[in-house]
């Protein structure tokens, strides 16, 4: 779901990121007939805690014989999450993981010292009309695990905690938030949950991280009296108790953060870093191609094909 960020001039590298933006308007990339927003980074804020990009996926119609086929490409340095509201995605990875992922499911995939993975909608489930709609964001690693084995976890929607009242239902997708705490176990403090939002209601956002950011996938809401619709992040600053409120016909949100990261990240294609050093040598490693010995292999099952590096 991703393109190379370095070819993207509104993207900040290494030390260029400023300190807080308050609305962050997504920047839109037609990756062959399907849309993806991207939120996350952006020219004001690179990371949300550390959350460092953030991926609206859709919402996209596919007809029958068409789907989302991206071919086996490597990570290092970040741990991707994938949420679904509509539709289906297969993921096979290098560790030897094959697992179909639903609305309401979280994948968490880190990557650590490296893997491969693909994301495809394939065999029988393609030979029907389908709509997809959903979010991938990447995580990046705290220093001390920058280099941690790869690692793949798959829990389905029925065992996250699911908080109701008030007109609001809110699905804790990882981390600790309103008391409760999601099963998956993520690499630093973080918080993640999706919340949908009767006409009126309003959620306190999670005041125990310092960094908080609020996506608005359907809906509208208000903030201190400003009202702000569908397809903006909105960022808070550290430590104000606030809530968001619903606007009339209600609001789905995406609210996340965490703990600070320790300092920014370096970011080329979908190697996410500390140094330059450890992404030359990632490079290296892919486009050496040596799938048996090297530090990269092929996804089991999807082995065939493979993104290759950019030029640049």
């Not at 849309?35 to 460092?52: D, H, K, T």
């Not at 995580?139 to 065992?159: I, K, Y």
């Amino acid at each position: 779901m991703s393109w190379n960020p370095i070819l993207d001039p509104q993207i900040p590298i290494g030390d260029a990121v400023d300190a807080i933006e308050a609305v962050i308007v997504p920047r839109a990339r037609d990756l062959g007939g399907f849309e993806v927003r991207r939120a996350l980074p952006s020219a004001a804020r690179q990371m949300v805690g550390p959350f460092i990009f953030f991926d609206q996926m859709g919402p996209a119609e596919f007809l029958s014989g068409q789907g989302i086929d991206v071919r086996p490409h490597p990570h290092i340095g970040l741990a991707t999450v994938t949420y679904l509201l509509k539709g289906e995605m297969h993921h096979r990875d290098s560790l030897g993981s094959d697992q179909w992922i639903t609305p309401g499911d979280v994948n968490l995939m880190t990557a650590g010292i490296g893997i491969t993975h693909s994301e495809r909608v394939d065999g029988a489930v393609r030979a029907t009309p389908r709509s997809m709609f959903g979010v991938q964001t990447w995580l990046a690693l705290p220093l001390a695990r920058e280099d941690d084995p790869a690692a793949f976890a798959h829990v389905g929607a029925a065992e996250l905690p699911l908080l109701e009242g008030e007109g609001k239902r809110v699905r804790l997708i990882l981390g600790d938030a309103w008391g409760a705490r999601a099963p998956v176990a993520v690499p630093s403090e973080m918080f993640y949950a999706d919340a949908e939002l009767a006409p009126g209601a309003a959620l306190p956002l999670p005041d125990g991280q310092e960094d908080r950011g609020v996506y608005i996938l359907q809906g509208a809401v208000t903030v201190s009296g400003e009202r702000y619709e569908a397809g903006r992040m909105l960022v808070f600053r550290p430590g104000d108790r606030l809530s968001v409120r619903a606007g009339a016909a209600g609001a789905r949100l995406l609210v996340l953060g965490g703990a600070t990261m320790e300092g920014p990240r370096h970011i080329w294609w979908n190697f996410v870093a500390s140094s330059k050093e450890r992404i030359e040598a990632a490079k290296e490693a892919w486009r050496a191609g040596d799938w048996a010995h090297g530090r990269f292999r092929l996804p089991p099952g999807d082995d065939a094909e493979f993104i290759p590096a950019p030029d640049r």
